[in-house]
């Protein structure tokens, strides 16, 4: 339904300096498509874009590879530029499998975590709370999340971890611009630093359990509701 609609009725046109159509473009372009507006698969043509905004051909392109370099938008041969998917049907997979992996490094590295290691974490939930780029909120929080996790004593457990919480990075970008998750979040963090501070490694995995599947919940939501459409 949503993708017969055209452009101009999702993004308001206004009169760009020619200086910032650029960076204007890109950042309506980057709003629709983390809020769902532009649906994935939509295809952003270059002249229509270029009209809408009376603007050259020139700074949509550029605007275009930008998000393209963002992975917000996937360059398909003979059919230009479309909206990526932001979550795959994997993305519950995902969760699973790092519930399963996370609890376990938890449970190995708590009872060797010492106090700079627990120093470590709390600053990145500091430096989180100041942060509003998407791009750094996921890698702060995957700095965080590594932090409790590296005295396991399996490194190659950690290196499973890294992958997909490197995964998650781009779930990321979602979660928090339509579901406004941040501050639970943190509150999540706080409460995981706190219980491995404590060493209590019982209180830690349930608490990373109620993290991921908060995450896991609200994917799945989204996904039954895009399927509906
Ligand atoms: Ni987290």
Redesign the pocket.
């Known amino acids: 339904m949503q993708k017969s609609r055209p452009l101009s009725s999702i993004l308001a046109s206004e009169q760009v300096p020619a200086h910032l159509a650029r960076a204007v473009i890109e950042e309506k372009l980057r709003n629709a498509i983390l809020d769902g507006r532009l649906p994935s698969g939509m295809a952003l043509r270059q002249q229509e874009l270029a009209t809408l905004f009376g603007v050259s051909r020139m700074p949509v392109r550029e605007a275009l590879r930008q998000l393209e370099a963002q992975s917000l938008l996937e360059v398909v041969p003979h059919k230009g530029a479309l909206v990526a998917a932001l979550i795959g049907e994997d993305a519950v997979d995902t969760y699973a499998l790092r519930l399963l992996l996370e609890t376990e490094a938890l449970r190995q590295s708590i009872p060797l975590l010492e106090p700079e290691d627990i120093a470590l974490a709390r600053h990145y939930i500091e430096l989180l709370e100041k942060q509003n780029s998407h791009a750094e909120i996921g890698r702060l929080?995957r700095l965080?999340?590594m932090a409790l996790y590296a005295k396991a004593t399996n490194k190659k457990l950690l290196h499973f971890i890294e992958v997909e919480l490197n995964e998650e990075e781009r779930f990321l970008r979602f979660h928090l611009s339509s579901m406004g998750l941040g501050k639970l979040?943190q509150d999540?963090?706080r409460a995981?630093a706190d219980a491995a501070s404590d060493k209590a490694v019982d209180a830690a995995i349930g608490v990373l359990e109620r993290?991921?599947n908060k995450?896991s919940e609200t994917i799945k939501n989204y996904l039954n509701r895009r399927s509906d459409v």
């Open positions: 929080n965080f999340h979040t999540d963090h995981l993290h991921l995450a």
